[in-house]
């Protein structure tokens, strides 16, 4: 009888603890939504813009990676400054400059002026696309960690998805020349409404547990750890913590050690290869594109829309599957579909054939096949495979590089396009598809249902784990010196 009373108990914590968690993940994934609204606001206003100011292509790639210079800086700072201040404190502040660059790219009557308040809201969103995942991973249980860190993506794929419907309604508003003297404008402007909702919101969430015990505040931390696991495992998870970062030193050169050498590696690579596959490429050149095969105004927008609506559903799909099929899986499917569809859409701009409905179907299949892979998934292992004292350096490196990576592939792409032409544009980004597909199989490991300690023990060779090298193996663990976990990526 008492059995049954204790795993009735049991059940109904679970129950409360998911509750509290994802709520709380919900409201850090909202930084996702900036991500995915501010970054893909400007494919509808790219051709208003570049009407209005007069732009070539050159400063046409600018309007658009502008912004990314700013999360460059915002995301190589994030580290730093969530270290010393606290995640929570430092969302708020990006959730500031989100809003001050939506209201002022919305107001410049020059072109510098955009740019610079570009550049300010680019600050809000390289930090927020570090952190929120970064938080949700430290304060989520090891069983549902890829699906609530996922929500980030989910988060901003919604963003993507909802702007471009506000870029379409708004632009319908008003004639030609409304949208080039006023519509641009109500795009950007628009985006300081979800910068306020999420402003708003991190007033009611705590502060990360991990972060707590690492500045010597366990009692402030075994609270939220009570609400997410319960007394006993609470209190365990603040010992696993706590000595965790007995064995760390906290500075960069641990990254630099033999295994999280190739840690760092493992980020940084599958970050840059994120964003030279060509996502953002399509995402904030979609109207152009579609553009390019004959379509109308009207008609590039409408089958934009589309592509968010593939980008959305597939998102949803990668939340369901992460935490079952698991993080390599994902990868390795997502990254052979991408770059099938990149060489077909090569090969119908190579040959002409790009009348029919092939460019948009293998586009979708494009986007679909990222939406439920490096999307979600290489946001997830970045959160993930980091030790905990330097976990918010190390993500700020990888983002840093992620959106490095991004910046070259934005502001290179209308060159790329009217030099290379489409054909050679897609076959580069299926190569890199390719060589994500060969990275991951022999790199990546995989990080699913362990916590993120036990991940940690396995590149990071402790006292306990080369004294006891088997018990990680007994737990289904390769020794943390084993050249398995990264040659085979076992």
Known sequence: MSSMTSQAQ??????????????????????????????????????????????????VGWAVSSLIIGCIVGAAASGV?????????????AALLFIIGSIGSAIPDTFTGYVIARMIGGLGIGITSTLCPLYNAEIAPARYRGRLVALNQFATVTGIFLVYFVNSGIAGY???????????????????????????????????????IKQGRPVEALPILLKIHGETLARQEVLDIKASF???????????????????????????????????????????????????????????????????????????????????????????????????IGAAFHTGHTSGPIILIFILLYVASFAVSLGPVVWVILSEIFPNRIRGKATAIASMA?????????????????????????????????????????????????????????????????????????????APDSPAVWVNGK
Do not use: C
């Open 246 to 344: 007995q064995q760390e030193s906290g500075s960069l050169r641990q990254l630099f050690k033999p295994g999280l050498r190739m840690a760092l590696i493992a980020g940084v690579v599958l970050a840059v290869l994120q964003q030279v596959t060509g996502i953002n490429a399509v995402m904030y050149y979609a109207p152009e594109i579609f553009k390019a095969t004959g379509a109308g105004t009207n008609a590039s927008l409408v089958q934009t829309i589309l592509v968010g609506l593939i980008n959305f559903l597939f998102t949803i799909l990668a939340l369901w599957l992460i935490d079952k099929v698991g993080r390599k899986a994902l990868l390795l499917a997502g990254s052979s579909l991408m770059a099938l569809s990149l060489f077909v």
């Open 81 to 93: 400054l969530s270290d010393r201040f606290g995640r929570k404190k430092v969302l708020i502040a």
């Open 402 to 478: 992620l959106w490095m990576a991004d910046y070259i592939v934005s502001q290179s792409f209308p060159p790329m396009l009217n030099t290379a032409g489409p054909a050679m544009t897609f076959w580069i980004f299926g190569i890199m598809s390719l060589i994500t597909f060969a990275f991951t199989w022999r790199v990546v490991p995989e990080t699913k249902g362990r916590s993120l300690e036990e991940i940690e023990s396995l590149w990071s060779s402790s006292p306990s784990s080369a004294a006891n090298p088997d018990q990680t193996q007994e737990a289904g663990y390769p």
């Open 174 to 212: 008003g004639d030609d020349a409304w949208d080039i003297a006023m519509g641009w404008r109500w795009m950007f402007g628009v985006g300081a409404i979800p910068g306020l909702l999420f402003l708003i919101l991190l007033f009611f969430v705590p502060e990360s547990p991990r972060w707590l």
């Open 10 to 59: 049991e059940q109904e914590h679970e129950q409360v603890s998911m509750k509290f968690v994802t709520l709380v993940s919900i409201v850090a994934a909202l930084g996702g939504l900036l991500f995915g609204f501010d970054t893909a606001v400007v494919s509808g206003a790219i051709g208003f813009m570049q009407t209005r100011f007069d732009l070539n292509e050159v400063e």
